[in-house]
């Protein structure tokens, strides 16, 4: 299968439903978020992972193919993983992807894949959630490590647990991991997707949040109420106005090629590749398409 495939997906906000509440879940499955996360992980107590396992693939299948829809597994090391892969993958293209908690290597991916692979789900794609400072270390394996993946996502609960970081650190603390973990996708060509801001509200700290990483270039966010999806959507979403203006630069940039001038100008700056490749990655944005 073509790798483009793999890589088209659109989550400037991808909503996290506990898989074991059957509510909460077809309400997020209804909502306008891009992506819904069913998640069997950390919403789901221990004595109720295999009812909750059960009712997330009844719902994929009654509403996949009509949107996005993930699952979030429980980690590899404990003894739901295994089930949780085998149940996704029999559900074929009807699932998007599955999202791998606590990946701290390549190895973890491509043990995930392979059992995904054997119970049947050849379409079904994966994601990497880095919540761990060894994760964060291997960043750029992780993102190489299959052409399977999709996206690689900031767990900040987990992460700054193990760090001893502030629960009220603001986004700009987290600048160097934010960094860190979007230079490996870019040079993997996968999504950055930015975590789940620990707040449930839609205020201006979750909007500041949602468009800080938005500025440094991720892709996306997952919220965790649907109150925040308008927000993340908005700061994530190319403006009006960014977009007529990568147009310009593209129009500019092809009059000056058709004239055969050694350089292009605008507005009384030069322009350059660079400006083009910022240019192209505005449109691919607004189109829905991860560049």
Same mark, same amino acid.
């Given at each position: 299968?073509?790798?483009?495939?793999?890589?088209?997906?659109? +989550?400037?906000? !991808?909503?996290?439903?506990? =898989?074991?509440?059957?509510?909460? $879940? %077809?309400?997020? @499955?209804?909502? /306008?978020?891009?992506?819904?996360?069913?998640?069997?992980?950390?919403?789901?107590?221990?004595?109720?992972?295999?009812?909750?396992?059960?009712?997330?693939?009844?719902?994929?299948?009654?509403?996949?193919?009509? +949107?996005?829809? !993930?699952?979030?597994?429980? =980690?590899?090391?404990?003894?739901? $993983? %295994?089930?949780? @892969?085998?149940? /996704?993958?029999?559900?074929?293209?009807?699932?998007?992807?599955?999202?791998?908690?606590?990946?701290?290597?390549?190895?973890?991916?491509?043990?995930?894949?392979?059992?995904?692979?054997?119970?049947?789900?050849?379409?079904?794609?994966?994601?990497?959630?880095?919540?761990?400072?060894?994760?964060?270390?291997?960043?750029?394996?992780?993102?190489?490590?299959?052409?399977?993946?999709?996206?690689?996502?900031?767990?900040?609960?987990?992460?700054?647990?193990?760090?001893?970081?502030?629960?009220?650190?603001?986004?700009?603390?987290?600048?160097?991991?934010?960094?860190?973990?979007?230079?490996?996708?870019?040079?993997?060509?996968?999504?950055?997707?930015?975590?789940?801001?620990?707040?449930?509200?839609?205020?201006?700290?979750?909007?500041?949040?949602?468009?800080?990483?938005?500025?440094?270039?991720?892709?996306?966010?997952?919220?965790?109420?649907?109150?925040?999806?308008?927000?993340?959507?908005?700061?994530?979403?190319?403006?009006?106005?960014?977009?007529?203006?990568?147009?310009?630069?593209?129009?500019?940039?092809?009059?000056?090629?058709?004239?055969?001038?050694?350089?292009?100008?605008?507005?009384?700056?030069?322009?350059?590749?660079?400006?083009?490749?910022?240019?192209?990655?505005?449109?691919?944005?607004?189109?829905?398409?991860?560049?």
């Amino acid at each position: 299968m073509d790798e483009n495939h793999y890589r088209a997906t659109r +989550r400037r906000a !991808s909503l996290v439903a506990p =898989g074991s509440d059957e509510r909460k $879940a %077809r309400k997020a @499955l209804s909502s /306008c978020a891009d992506e819904v996360i069913l998640d069997l992980e950390d919403a789901v107590t221990s004595s109720n992972k295999d009812l909750a396992r059960t009712l997330v693939s009844s719902l994929v299948l009654e509403f996949g193919g009509a +949107r996005t829809i !993930s699952v979030r597994i429980n =980690g590899l090391t404990t003894p739901w $993983a %295994r089930d949780d @892969l085998i149940a /996704c993958g029999s559900l074929e293209e009807s699932l998007t992807s599955v999202i791998v908690p606590k990946v701290e290597s390549a190895d973890e991916l491509l043990e995930a894949e392979h059992i995904l692979f054997t119970a049947g789900g050849n379409h079904t794609t994966l994601q990497a959630l880095i919540e761990t400072p060894l994760g964060v270390q291997n960043a750029d394996s992780i993102a190489r490590a299959t052409p399977r993946l999709q996206a690689a996502i900031i767990g900040y609960a987990d992460l700054g647990a193990a760090l001893g970081r502030s629960r009220s650190a603001l986004p700009e603390h987290w600048l160097a991991i934010q960094d860190r973990i979007l230079i490996a996708c870019r040079a993997a060509g996968v999504a950055a997707i930015d975590g789940p801001f620990l707040g449930i509200t839609d205020d201006d700290a979750f909007r500041h949040a949602a468009h800080w990483t938005s500025a440094l270039g991720f892709d996306g966010k997952w919220v965790i109420h649907p109150a925040q999806i308008d927000s993340a959507t908005i700061a994530f979403t190319p403006s009006d106005d960014a977009v007529r203006d990568a147009r310009r630069v593209l129009t500019a940039l092809e009059e000056a090629e058709t004239l055969g001038s050694g350089a292009a100008q605008l507005d009384g700056q030069m322009l350059d590749e660079a400006v083009a490749v910022a240019a192209r990655r505005t449109l691919a944005r607004a189109e829905g398409v991860t560049v």
